[in-house]
Nanobody
Framework: QVQLVESGGGLVQAGGSLRLSCAASGRTFTFDNYAMGWFRQAPGKEREFVAAITWGGGSTLYADSVKVRFTISRDNAKKMVYLQMNSLKSEDTAVYYC????????????????WGQGTQVTVSS
């Protein structure tokens, strides 16, 4: 059983930055075995992929819409994954979710086994 808790969301002006954090825990959970992803869901839209990182951090994936502006990273010793978001735009407004899956990176929502409750990011223009 994996528990994921996101934090760091909030209200920011367009062009600003935010750093999201995701804390992972679980009695039998070995963080190093999991790829981690960030997804987002805006009102009335489907949940979409944002970024993902392999268990060792050596490989990352990004959605085209956030490439260059967002950076995903992880600290396995702390069981944390981060999403640094720069040059935020109004279209980045959404609830952001952290997700975990055993094995390799994936862009697909259905490939992730565990999800957090989400954190709201609102970008004002």
């Amino acid at each position: 059983q994996v528990q994921l808790v996101e934090s760091g969301g909030g209200l920011v002006q367009a062009g600003g930055s935010l750093r999201l954090s995701c804390a992972a825990s679980g009695r039998t959970f070995t963080f190093d075995n999991y790829a981690m992803g960030w997804f987002r869901q805006a009102p009335g839209k489907e949940r979409e992929f944002v970024a993902a990182i392999t268990w060792g951090g050596g490989s990352t994936l990004y959605a085209d819409s956030v490439k260059v502006r967002f950076t995903i990273s992880r600290d396995n010793a702390k069981k944390m994954v981060y999403l640094q978001m720069n040059s935020l735009k109004s279209e980045d407004t959404a609830v952001y979710y952290c997700a975990a899956r055993r094995g390799s990176n994936s862009r697909y929502v259905g490939n992730y086994d565990s999800w957090g409750q989400g954190t709201q990011v609102t970008v004002s223009s």
